[in-house]
T-cell receptor
């Protein structure tokens, strides 16, 4: 069975500092990996995804993530955070079946707090 | 593009009644939609996969007779929580997969907050 672990429940970062959110996955085949952000009262917004190709993927809002198969990791990074980045971040894994991703398995999320 | 809506955004119902939640893809066609449930400050759990014109596939542990899913068209899927109880109170989120083949994952709706009193 597939699973996703986000080891950090909360992370506090100063505005302007760099950020790395950790994600480890367990999956039997080539994983289809995602990072989503959820702000209070908002739906999930896709930040970036990885299926194949370059293991360093660029997303929206200045985020990037690196797929490391040997470590079963897909960590999310941002060089300089803004106060508006405060939100809940979810890593997810799924399988790909031709038309797109099947139902996703989500991690428990990391709550990002930005200090002024 | 790729907008998914849910209606209602919030609903309060009494124990024992049924509630229907709609999920619509507004600017694309979706043969497949997914229903998730999110408890407060927890992750999303996949409940079922809804395929247009066929029966939904439920995840292990999800009661299919309690959570009725209908996907009658390429733009609409509904989730009906039957005989709701307080433990069914949760945030229900749908997502839709674009019919056009592309590696874009799923587009999520804004969610429906269900409170059963």
């Amino acid at each position: 069975a597939q699973s996703v672990t986000q080891p950090d429940i909360h992370i506090t970062v100063s505005e302007g500092a760099s950020l790395e959110l950790r994600c480890n996955y367990s999956y039997g085949a080539t994983p289809y990996l995602f990072w989503y952000v959820q702000s209070p009262g908002q739906g999930l917004q896709l930040l970036l995804k990885y299926f194949s190709g370059d293991t360093l993927v660029q997303g929206i809002k200045g985020f990037e993530a690196e797929f490391k198969r040997s470590q079963s990791s897909f960590n999310l990074r941002k060089p300089s955070v803004h106060w508006s980045d405060a939100a809940e971040y979810f890593c997810a894994v799924g399988s790909y079946s031709g038309g797109g991703a099947d139902g996703l398995t989500f991690g428990k999320g990391t709550h990002l707090i930005i200090q002024p | 593009g790729a907008v998914v809506s849910q209606h209602p955004s919030r609903v309060i119902c009494k124990s024992g009644t049924s509630v229907k939640i709609e999920c619509r893809s507004l600017d694309f066609q979706a043969t497949t939609m997914f229903w998730y449930r999110q408890f407060p400050k927890q992750s999303l759990m996949l409940m079922a996969t809804s395929n247009e014109g066929s029966k939904a596939t439920y995840e292990q542990g999800v009661e299919k007779d309690k959570f009725l899913i209908n996907h009658a068209s390429l733009t609409l899927s509904t989730l009906t929580v039957t005989s709701a109880h307080p433990e069914d109170s949760s945030f229900y989120i749908c997502s839709a997969r674009d019919l056009a083949p592309r590696v874009d994952g799923q587009y999520f709706g804004p969610g429906t907050r269900l409170t059963v009193t």
